[in-house]
């Protein structure tokens, strides 16, 4: 058409390969748009009117956008040919340009699927509490890696792939020292998934790092636990799987967290009981001596027997759970009476005042059975004796 009409043979050539460049061009932004602005929609609102929500996660715009992308690459690869099928080299160099494009936008892909991932996994019931952040990052890395290694390829030739692969093979202790934390995170995050070690909300201690409070995230290299003080503390999640830490998880699952402590008894308190305090234990209704008519009781023991009553019936502790009252070794500071319960609400706060609640009355009943704490003399006792 050139041609006829009047236009030389040079110009008439290079305005055909502008005309067929600019088709090119037109074709793919017209496919794109119809991918964007007819079909992603229509998978939108096909996926907004079914009853499960993951399908809204795969469907959302940044992963319609990254396969979108996808569009332009191929479009051009196919049809460049017919604008330089006369011109190889340039070919050669514009449709590697194509490749190196079409794996940056697949990896970029990758990357945006896994996030979906992600956001579907957090709103699983069983899959929210596991660790696969780490996973998720341990697979975008794999990817960004091949891609370089496939963009190298393409570059230098795809003949010469085998020889990046086989040179990456020789350089791999220099690779695994680049990405030991990686690696250890990605063995470390399956162990945890695995045997169920850690879940994103746990409340962990691990002295050894300073860290006691709760798991704010779990990735490829770091664990974050935001501490009661509201610090954060960031650990290596492979120091999880070789150390030791303590993850409370199982108390506040099971509905009772423990209280576990003593009072120290002065031994010289600890004696029998006579007739005129059983019979004054037994008018307050007090568990007492009224079955020990026929052996003598020990104040000791009727106090402990009092401590489990009022453990049994008092508001808060938990009814379900191991209620015990025990002497412990006799030491030089006193003998210990422990007492072992738990207490309904696991939330610190309500436990520290249910706690507090039971040894404060403990400790003023304490004298009613002629027992009395002890205490090591201090400045004021000694003055007292001098």
């Given at each position: 058409?050139?041609?006829?009409?009047?236009?030389?043979?040079?110009?008439?050539?290079?305005?055909?390969?502008?005309?067929?460049?600019?088709?090119?061009?037109?074709?793919?932004?017209?496919?794109?748009?119809?991918?964007?602005?007819?079909?992603?929609?229509?998978?939108?609102?096909?996926?907004?009117?079914?009853?499960?929500?993951?399908?809204?996660?795969?469907?959302?715009?940044?992963?319609?956008?990254?396969?979108?992308?996808?569009?332009?690459?191929?479009?051009?690869?196919?049809?460049?040919?017919?604008?330089f099928?006369?011109?190889?080299r340039?070919?050669?160099?514009?449709?590697?340009?194509?490749?190196?494009?079409?794996i940056?936008?697949?990896?970029?892909?990758?990357?945006?699927?896994?996030?979906?991932l992600?956001?579907?996994?957090?709103?699983?019931?069983?899959?929210?509490?596991?660790?696969?952040?780490?996973?998720?990052?341990?697979?975008?890395?794999?990817?960004?890696?091949?891609?370089?290694?496939?963009?190298?390829?393409?570059?230098?030739?795809?003949?010469?792939?085998?020889?990046?692969?086989?040179?990456?093979?020789?350089?791999?202790?220099?690779?695994?020292?680049?990405?030991?934390?990686?690696?250890?995170?990605?063995?470390?995050?399956?162990?945890?998934?695995?045997?169920?070690?850690?879940?994103?909300?746990?409340?962990?201690?691990?002295?050894?790092?300073?860290?006691?409070?709760?798991?704010?995230?779990?990735?490829?290299?770091?664990?974050?636990?935001?501490n009661?003080?509201?610090?954060?503390?960031?650990?290596?999640?492979?120091a999880?799987?070789?150390?030791?830490?303590?993850?409370?998880?199982?108390?506040?699952?099971?509905?009772?967290?423990?209280?576990?402590?003593?009072?120290?008894?002065?031994a010289?308190?600890?004696?029998?009981?006579?007739?005129?305090?059983?019979?004054?234990?037994?008018?307050k209704?007090?568990?007492?001596?009224?079955?020990?008519?026929?052996?003598?009781?020990?104040?000791?023991?009727?106090?402990r027997?009092?401590?489990?009553?009022?453990?049994?019936?008092?508001?808060?502790?938990?009814?379900?759970?191991?209620?015990?009252?025990?002497?412990?070794?006799?030491?030089?500071?006193?003998?210990?009476?422990?007492?072992?319960?738990?207490?309904?609400?696991?939330?610190?706060?309500?436990?520290?005042?249910?706690?507090?609640?039971i040894?404060?009355?403990?400790?003023?009943?304490?004298?009613?059975?002629?027992?009395?704490?002890?205490?090591?003399?201090?400045?004021?006792?000694?003055?007292?004796l001098s």
């Open positions: 058409m050139l041609r006829e009409a009047g236009v030389g043979e040079a110009y008439a050539e290079q305005g055909a390969r502008i005309v067929v460049m600019a088709a090119i061009l037109l074709v793919s932004w017209i496919v794109v748009r119809i991918f964007r602005y007819l079909l992603v929609p229509a998978l939108q609102r096909f996926s907004s009117q079914t009853k499960v929500t993951w399908d809204d996660h795969l469907f959302k715009d940044k992963v319609m956008h990254g396969i979108g992308r996808l569009i332009p690459p191929v479009i051009w690869y196919v049809m460049l040919p017919l604008a099928g006369d011109m190889p340039l070919l050669e160099v514009l449709q590697k340009g194509c490749k190196v494009y079409l940056v936008v697949s990896v970029w892909l990758v990357h945006v699927f896994l996030n979906a992600h956001d579907i996994s957090n709103e699983h019931e069983t899959l929210r509490y596991k660790p696969l952040k780490g996973v998720y990052q341990m697979i975008t890395l794999l990817a960004v890696c091949i891609g370089g290694i496939l963009i190298v390829s393409v570059l230098i030739g795809e003949n010469n792939t085998m020889k990046i692969l086989a040179g990456l093979g020789a350089s791999a202790a220099v690779v695994m020292l680049i990405f030991k934390d990686s690696i250890l995170g990605l063995v470390a995050g399956v162990q945890l998934s695995a045997n169920d070690m850690l879940r994103p909300g746990d409340w962990i201690t691990m002295s050894k790092y300073g860290a006691d409070g709760y798991v704010t995230e779990v990735t490829l290299t770091t664990v974050k636990v935001q009661f003080d509201k610090t954060i503390t960031t650990i290596p999640p492979y999880l799987v070789s150390d030791s830490f303590q993850n409370w998880r199982g108390m506040r699952e099971c509905g009772g967290r423990r209280i576990k402590r003593s009072i120290l008894v002065d010289d308190t600890v004696r029998f009981c006579s007739p005129e305090e059983l019979a004054r234990f037994q008018e209704g007090w568990p007492g001596g009224e079955t020990e008519a026929e052996r003598p009781v020990v104040n000791l023991q009727l106090f027997r009092y401590v489990r009553h009022y453990l049994k019936n008092r508001p808060g502790v938990h009814p379900g759970l191991l209620q015990m009252v025990r002497m412990l070794q006799p030491t030089p500071e006193g003998i210990p009476v422990e007492i072992y319960c738990f207490s309904e609400n696991t939330e610190w706060t309500a436990y520290e005042a249910l706690q507090d609640d040894f404060d009355h403990l400790l003023a009943v304490l004298p009613e059975f002629g027992l009395r704490v002890f205490q090591r003399p201090s400045g004021r006792d000694v003055r007292s």
